[in-house]
């Protein structure tokens, strides 16, 4: 079975956007605890109160967007297996393809380099007449 990155990542959002904002909301209220109980020691009431309200939001919409995306995917596999029966078909076409290449190449005859040809004779050396090259080379 084999899923693109793309279905695996849309997966891992679709589950960890509601653990995010779960997170940013209980920051957000424990931030904005901590600096109610500082008594202006602490700083930064607005960003906890900004944690809260997007923490609030990413899960609203994705405790939406969760069933709206399971009832539009209903009845459509979001990963499709081949069954057996057609994997093994497809094995066998392949071995039968191979075993076909290996006999065409059998058959085939081994393109060979021609031969170099011979040396050119020596020049002989002086008063030695030239020698006729051995015709069993």
Known sequence: MEASGAAVF????????????????????????????????????GLAIGAIVIGGLLMLVSLLA???????????????VESSKVWTERAKAEEAAR???EETRKREPEHRAPAPP???????EAGQPAKAPDPAR
């Open 10 to 45: 849309g997966l891992l959002a679709v589950l960890g956007v509601p653990a995010i904002g779960l997170l940013a909301l209980v920051v957000g209220v424990v931030a904005l605890a901590r600096i109610n109980r500082s008594g202006g020691a602490l700083r930064g009431r």
């Open 118 to 124: 011979p040396p050119p004779p020596m020049l002989p």
């Open 99 to 101: 075993r076909a290449e």
């Open 66 to 80: 969760i069933p709206l995306l399971l009832f539009l995917s209903a009845g459509r596999p979001a990963v499709q």
